[in-house]
Protein backbone atom coordinates (compact mmCIF):
# COMPACT_ATOMS: atom_id res chain seq x y z
CA UNK A 1 0.00 0.00 0.00
CA UNK A 2 0.93 3.55 -0.45
CA UNK A 3 2.65 5.29 2.52
CA UNK A 4 -0.62 7.35 4.62
CA UNK A 5 1.23 10.76 3.96
CA UNK A 6 0.83 10.33 0.45
CA UNK A 7 -3.15 10.27 1.00
CA UNK A 8 -3.24 12.93 3.75
CA UNK A 9 -4.54 15.58 2.27
CA UNK A 10 -7.49 13.65 0.48
CA UNK A 11 -7.55 12.17 3.82
CA UNK A 12 -8.15 15.95 5.65
CA UNK A 13 -10.85 17.35 2.96
CA UNK A 14 -12.68 13.84 3.69
CA UNK A 15 -13.16 14.53 7.63
CA UNK A 16 -13.29 18.64 6.98
CA UNK A 17 -16.35 17.81 4.92
CA UNK A 18 -17.84 15.23 7.42
CA UNK A 19 -17.49 17.94 10.21
CA UNK A 20 -18.80 20.62 8.27
CA UNK A 21 -22.51 20.31 9.30
CA UNK A 22 -21.76 21.93 12.72
CA UNK A 23 -20.57 24.98 11.78
CA UNK A 24 -21.25 25.69 7.91
CA UNK A 25 -24.32 27.78 6.34
CA UNK A 26 -25.92 25.82 3.37
CA UNK A 27 -26.04 28.40 0.15
CA UNK A 28 -29.80 28.50 -1.09
CA UNK A 29 -29.17 31.09 -4.31
CA UNK A 30 -29.29 29.71 -7.73
CA UNK A 31 -27.68 32.74 -9.25
CA UNK A 32 -25.15 32.15 -6.74
CA UNK A 33 -24.49 28.68 -7.46
CA UNK A 34 -24.69 28.67 -11.01
CA UNK A 35 -21.65 31.38 -10.76
CA UNK A 36 -19.64 29.21 -8.41
CA UNK A 37 -20.23 26.38 -11.39
CA UNK A 38 -19.71 28.84 -14.48
CA UNK A 39 -16.23 28.89 -15.53
CA UNK A 40 -16.60 32.05 -17.17
CA UNK A 41 -18.31 34.14 -13.94
CA UNK A 42 -16.40 36.63 -12.23
CA UNK A 43 -15.53 34.41 -9.49
CA UNK A 44 -11.58 33.13 -8.66
CA UNK A 45 -11.74 29.52 -7.98
CA UNK A 46 -9.10 27.81 -6.52
CA UNK A 47 -10.25 23.38 -7.03
CA UNK A 48 -8.40 20.73 -5.11
CA UNK A 49 -9.03 17.62 -7.55
CA UNK A 50 -7.86 14.21 -5.95
CA UNK A 51 -8.40 11.46 -8.00
CA UNK A 52 -7.63 7.90 -7.13
CA UNK A 53 -6.70 6.03 -9.91
CA UNK A 54 -7.89 1.85 -9.68
CA UNK A 55 -6.57 -0.38 -11.72
CA UNK A 56 -3.34 1.91 -13.17
CA UNK A 57 -0.92 -0.03 -15.03
CA UNK A 58 -2.76 -3.09 -14.22
CA UNK A 59 -1.30 -2.84 -10.51
CA UNK A 60 -3.51 -3.43 -7.10
CA UNK A 61 -2.00 -0.31 -5.62
CA UNK A 62 -4.31 3.10 -7.11
CA UNK A 63 -2.83 5.90 -8.55
CA UNK A 64 -2.93 9.21 -6.40
CA UNK A 65 -3.28 12.37 -8.27
CA UNK A 66 -4.05 15.77 -6.96
CA UNK A 67 -4.59 18.75 -9.20
CA UNK A 68 -4.26 21.83 -8.61
CA UNK A 69 -6.66 24.25 -10.62
CA UNK A 70 -6.96 27.80 -9.68
CA UNK A 71 -9.21 29.62 -12.20
CA UNK A 72 -8.42 33.82 -11.94
CA UNK A 73 -10.94 35.97 -14.36
CA UNK A 74 -9.16 39.24 -15.17
CA UNK A 75 -11.22 41.61 -16.59
CA UNK A 76 -10.02 43.99 -19.64
CA UNK A 77 -13.04 46.13 -20.88
CA UNK A 78 -16.92 45.69 -20.09
CA UNK A 79 -17.93 41.81 -20.68
CA UNK A 80 -14.53 40.87 -21.84
CA UNK A 81 -12.32 38.83 -19.62
CA UNK A 82 -9.50 37.11 -19.84
CA UNK A 83 -9.44 33.61 -17.59
CA UNK A 84 -6.35 32.63 -16.25
CA UNK A 85 -5.93 28.55 -15.48
CA UNK A 86 -2.75 27.20 -14.86
CA UNK A 87 -2.62 23.44 -13.89
CA UNK A 88 -0.12 21.83 -11.65
CA UNK A 89 -0.45 17.96 -10.63
CA UNK A 90 0.86 15.97 -7.97
CA UNK A 91 1.85 12.21 -8.53
CA UNK A 92 2.28 9.09 -6.39
CA UNK A 93 2.21 5.94 -7.82
CA UNK A 94 4.24 2.97 -8.61
CA UNK A 95 7.29 2.98 -10.63
CA UNK A 96 6.02 0.78 -14.20
CA UNK A 97 9.80 0.77 -14.70
CA UNK A 98 10.90 -1.58 -11.83
CA UNK A 99 7.74 -2.59 -11.13
CA UNK A 100 8.47 -2.53 -7.45
CA UNK A 101 8.52 0.93 -4.97
CA UNK A 102 6.29 4.38 -5.70
CA UNK A 103 7.08 7.64 -7.77
CA UNK A 104 5.67 11.00 -5.58
CA UNK A 105 6.33 14.00 -7.28
CA UNK A 106 5.12 16.97 -9.60
CA UNK A 107 4.38 16.61 -13.20
CA UNK A 108 3.91 18.79 -16.20
CA UNK A 109 2.63 23.03 -15.84
CA UNK A 110 0.26 23.07 -17.84
CA UNK A 111 -1.18 26.86 -18.22
CA UNK A 112 -4.40 27.57 -19.85
CA UNK A 113 -5.37 31.36 -21.10
CA UNK A 114 -8.83 31.78 -22.49
CA UNK A 115 -10.72 35.35 -23.93
CA UNK A 116 -14.11 35.35 -23.28
CA UNK A 117 -16.82 36.97 -24.02
CA UNK A 118 -19.24 36.56 -20.91
CA UNK A 119 -23.33 36.49 -21.00
CA UNK A 120 -24.26 36.07 -24.89
CA UNK A 121 -28.22 35.07 -23.92
CA UNK A 122 -26.61 32.80 -21.40
CA UNK A 123 -24.31 31.32 -23.45
CA UNK A 124 -20.44 32.21 -22.30
CA UNK A 125 -17.63 31.59 -24.90
CA UNK A 126 -13.88 31.45 -24.71
CA UNK A 127 -11.03 30.71 -26.95
CA UNK A 128 -7.05 31.12 -26.32
CA UNK A 129 -3.93 29.23 -26.28
CA UNK A 130 -2.36 26.38 -23.32
CA UNK A 131 0.54 25.46 -23.04
CA UNK A 132 2.30 22.51 -21.60
CA UNK A 133 6.02 22.60 -20.14
CA UNK A 134 8.58 19.79 -18.80
CA UNK A 135 8.51 20.43 -15.15
CA UNK A 136 7.70 16.64 -14.13
CA UNK A 137 10.09 15.40 -11.61
CA UNK A 138 10.62 11.84 -12.63
CA UNK A 139 10.60 10.96 -16.34
CA UNK A 140 7.54 8.64 -15.67
CA UNK A 141 5.26 11.68 -14.37
CA UNK A 142 5.72 13.92 -17.86
CA UNK A 143 5.84 13.96 -21.25
CA UNK A 144 9.45 15.30 -21.31
CA UNK A 145 8.34 17.99 -24.13
CA UNK A 146 7.14 21.83 -24.95
CA UNK A 147 3.84 21.14 -26.21
CA UNK A 148 1.25 24.36 -27.18
CA UNK A 149 -2.25 24.54 -28.61
CA UNK A 150 -5.59 25.99 -29.14
CA UNK A 151 -8.22 25.92 -26.17
CA UNK A 152 -12.01 26.62 -25.99
CA UNK A 153 -14.72 27.06 -23.11
CA UNK A 154 -18.22 26.97 -23.38
CA UNK A 155 -20.47 27.26 -20.57
CA UNK A 156 -24.47 27.98 -20.77
CA UNK A 157 -26.89 28.15 -17.72
CA UNK A 158 -30.34 27.33 -18.80
CA UNK A 159 -32.71 27.25 -15.36
CA UNK A 160 -31.30 24.75 -12.74
CA UNK A 161 -28.99 24.08 -15.22
CA UNK A 162 -24.64 24.66 -15.82
CA UNK A 163 -23.70 23.15 -18.72
CA UNK A 164 -20.40 23.46 -21.17
CA UNK A 165 -16.60 22.14 -21.15
CA UNK A 166 -13.15 22.64 -21.90
CA UNK A 167 -11.89 21.42 -25.15
CA UNK A 168 -8.07 21.64 -26.20
CA UNK A 169 -5.49 19.36 -28.85
CA UNK A 170 -1.50 19.80 -27.68
CA UNK A 171 1.35 19.28 -29.88
CA UNK A 172 4.84 19.21 -29.23
CA UNK A 173 7.75 21.70 -30.17
CA UNK A 174 10.31 21.00 -28.42
CA UNK A 175 11.72 19.05 -25.69
CA UNK A 176 13.68 15.75 -24.67
CA UNK A 177 14.67 14.10 -28.23
CA UNK A 178 14.23 11.06 -26.12
CA UNK A 179 10.49 11.22 -25.45
CA UNK A 180 7.93 10.74 -28.18
CA UNK A 181 5.91 13.24 -29.71
CA UNK A 182 2.89 14.59 -28.21
CA UNK A 183 -0.29 14.90 -30.14
CA UNK A 184 -3.44 14.85 -27.82
CA UNK A 185 -6.90 15.81 -27.31
CA UNK A 186 -8.99 16.61 -24.09
CA UNK A 187 -12.30 17.27 -23.24
CA UNK A 188 -13.46 17.93 -19.69
CA UNK A 189 -17.43 18.45 -19.74
CA UNK A 190 -18.93 19.61 -16.70
CA UNK A 191 -22.75 19.47 -16.07
CA UNK A 192 -24.68 20.49 -12.71
CA UNK A 193 -28.41 20.31 -11.82
CA UNK A 194 -28.62 22.36 -8.80
CA UNK A 195 -31.00 21.19 -6.11
CA UNK A 196 -31.75 22.77 -2.89
CA UNK A 197 -30.07 24.21 0.09
CA UNK A 198 -26.29 23.88 -1.67
CA UNK A 199 -26.95 20.50 -3.29
CA UNK A 200 -26.54 19.40 -6.91
CA UNK A 201 -25.89 16.47 -9.28
CA UNK A 202 -22.58 16.41 -11.17
CA UNK A 203 -21.11 14.27 -13.60
CA UNK A 204 -17.37 16.18 -14.92
CA UNK A 205 -16.30 13.71 -17.21
CA UNK A 206 -12.24 13.80 -18.76
CA UNK A 207 -12.26 12.51 -22.37
CA UNK A 208 -8.84 12.10 -23.80
CA UNK A 209 -7.02 10.94 -27.32
CA UNK A 210 -3.70 10.28 -27.78
CA UNK A 211 -3.40 10.67 -31.87
CA UNK A 212 0.00 9.22 -31.72
CA UNK A 213 -1.35 5.65 -31.23
CA UNK A 214 -3.21 3.52 -32.78
CA UNK A 215 -7.26 3.78 -33.07
CA UNK A 216 -7.83 0.97 -30.50
CA UNK A 217 -5.24 2.35 -27.82
CA UNK A 218 -6.04 6.08 -28.31
CA UNK A 219 -9.33 6.75 -25.99
CA UNK A 220 -9.51 7.26 -22.56
CA UNK A 221 -13.68 7.36 -21.84
CA UNK A 222 -15.41 7.92 -18.68
CA UNK A 223 -18.74 7.33 -17.73
CA UNK A 224 -20.25 8.55 -13.91
CA UNK A 225 -20.70 11.47 -12.02
CA UNK A 226 -21.59 12.08 -8.31
CA UNK A 227 -23.39 14.95 -6.40
CA UNK A 228 -21.44 17.51 -3.90
CA UNK A 229 -22.90 20.75 -1.43
CA UNK A 230 -22.09 24.53 -1.10
CA UNK A 231 -21.62 26.07 1.82
CA UNK A 232 -20.12 28.82 3.68
CA UNK A 233 -17.73 28.55 6.82
CA UNK A 234 -17.17 31.94 7.87
CA UNK A 235 -17.41 34.33 5.16
CA UNK A 236 -16.17 32.05 2.64
CA UNK A 237 -17.71 29.62 0.20
CA UNK A 238 -16.43 26.28 -0.38
CA UNK A 239 -17.73 23.12 -2.37
CA UNK A 240 -16.98 19.39 -1.81
CA UNK A 241 -17.74 17.07 -4.90
CA UNK A 242 -17.64 13.37 -5.03
CA UNK A 243 -17.73 11.64 -8.32
CA UNK A 244 -17.17 7.85 -9.52
CA UNK A 245 -16.15 7.07 -12.82
CA UNK A 246 -16.05 3.82 -15.06
CA UNK A 247 -13.99 3.88 -18.30
CA UNK A 248 -16.14 2.56 -20.90
CA UNK A 249 -12.78 2.88 -23.18
CA UNK A 250 -8.81 3.16 -21.88
CA UNK A 251 -5.57 2.23 -23.39
CA UNK A 252 -3.79 -0.88 -22.35
CA UNK A 253 -1.07 1.17 -20.81
CA UNK A 254 -3.09 2.99 -18.55
CA UNK A 255 -5.39 0.12 -17.54
CA UNK A 256 -7.32 2.11 -15.07
CA UNK A 257 -11.17 0.88 -14.96
CA UNK A 258 -12.28 2.94 -11.82
CA UNK A 259 -11.51 6.37 -10.64
CA UNK A 260 -12.94 8.08 -7.37
CA UNK A 261 -12.71 11.82 -7.71
CA UNK A 262 -12.90 14.29 -4.88
CA UNK A 263 -12.97 17.72 -5.12
CA UNK A 264 -12.84 20.67 -2.61
CA UNK A 265 -13.30 24.15 -4.84
CA UNK A 266 -12.88 27.46 -2.75
CA UNK A 267 -14.39 30.80 -4.36
CA UNK A 268 -13.83 34.47 -3.77
CA UNK A 269 -16.46 36.20 -5.73
CA UNK A 270 -15.84 39.78 -6.51
Same mark, same amino acid.
Given at each position: MLPRTRYSSLYIFLGFLCFLPAYAKNTSDLELLKDFENPLSNIVSIPLQNDLNFGFADKDQPQYILKLIPQIPIRIYENIKVITRPILPIYSQVNILTQRGHIFGIGDFNPQFYLAHVHIEKTSVGIGPLFSLPTATNRQLGSGKVSAGPGMILATTP?????????? /?? @??? #?????????? $????????????? /?? @??? #?????????? $?????QRWTVPVGGGGGYVFKVNKHFVSGTFQAFYNVAVPSSVGTKWTARFTLNFFFPE
Open positions: GKWVLGFYAN /NL @WSF #AGSKNQPRVN $TFNLEAFSYYNLS /NG @WYI #ASLPQITADW $TLKHT
